[in-house]
């Protein structure tokens, strides 16, 4: 009965009320990464396959967009994307169940590569079910290998094989795009530094934080000082008098 004693102006008027409030919400969500010294985007770097060369997937994603290659691509890899004023931090991960559950419950994307040479293993398969139900933010598939696959004109018929097994799991997923086009890479760094995390709710509902760097105490004297964990606290507001939980230590 009241949506019906609305008149148009009011109606029109509480449309544009609530794209003010859904624009506020994204804007703030993306606050967080804004700035020189904003916080960076973690983006996890998922092999489908064990012939994946991951640090060949980093490398093409930055010559992309004309950053550096003299850094470190084995473990974590920070770097300042100019084009779009924006930090993004590479977290790679080996072909391996456990491995990858850890390295996506703290991502705000996840690159899943796949390999063009040969099928997804059931392997592959429990892994992309596991981290799937475990929760996963924004997903991006990018092909390794295309280059490699003869006659060319079998390519495209390879891309819409891999999109079809992807939507297996991903329905929302329309494209995969090949690491050996420089555009398409530039696409795929382009996406991850301008959209937006949907986040996942599970671990937005407290305070986490993607642990950057670890100092550890100097033991050499008598007084032994505190360990300090350096990072970007995310999720809720972390509260410095209580008690904080490291994986592994405690």
Request: charged residues 25%; contains cysteine.
């Amino acid at each position: 009965p009241h949506q019906q004693l609305m008149s148009k102006l009011d109606r029109k008027n509480q449309a544009r009320q609530k794209q003010q409030v859904k624009r506020q919400e994204k804007s703030q969500a993306a606050s967080i990464f804004t700035g020189q010294n904003g916080a960076p985007r973690q983006v996890a770097i998922v092999p489908l396959s064990e012939n994946i060369d991951v640090a060949a997937v980093i490398r093409a994603l930055n010559e992309s967009v004309d950053v550096a290659n003299d850094l470190s691509i084995d473990h974590l890899t920070r770097i300042r994307v100019d084009r779009f004023k924006q930090n993004i931090m590479y977290t790679p991960s080996k072909y391996d169940l456990i491995h990858a559950l850890d390295v996506c419950r703290v991502a705000d994307f996840v690159v899943l590569v796949l390999p063009t040479d040969v099928e997804v293993t059931e392997e592959g398969e429990t892994l992309l079910r596991s981290i799937e139900s475990q929760g996963i933010s924004n997903v991006l598939v990018v092909a390794q290998g295309l280059d490699q696959v003869n006659p060319q004109k079998k390519r495209p018929q390879v891309i819409s094989s891999l999109v079809s097994f992807m939507n297996h799991f991903f329905p929302t997923i329309d494209k995969v795009l090949s690491l050996d086009s420089r555009q398409e890479c530039s696409n795929v760094v382009r996406n991850l530094c301008t959209a937006t995390p949907k986040g996942i709710r599970w671990r937005d509902d407290r305070s986490w934080m993607r642990v950057e760097d670890v100092k550890w105490p100097d033991a050499q004297g008598s007084l032994v000082d505190d360990v300090v964990v350096t990072g970007v606290v995310r999720g809720k507001g972390l509260k410095a008098d209580r008690i904080a939980h490291i994986p592994g230590w405690g």
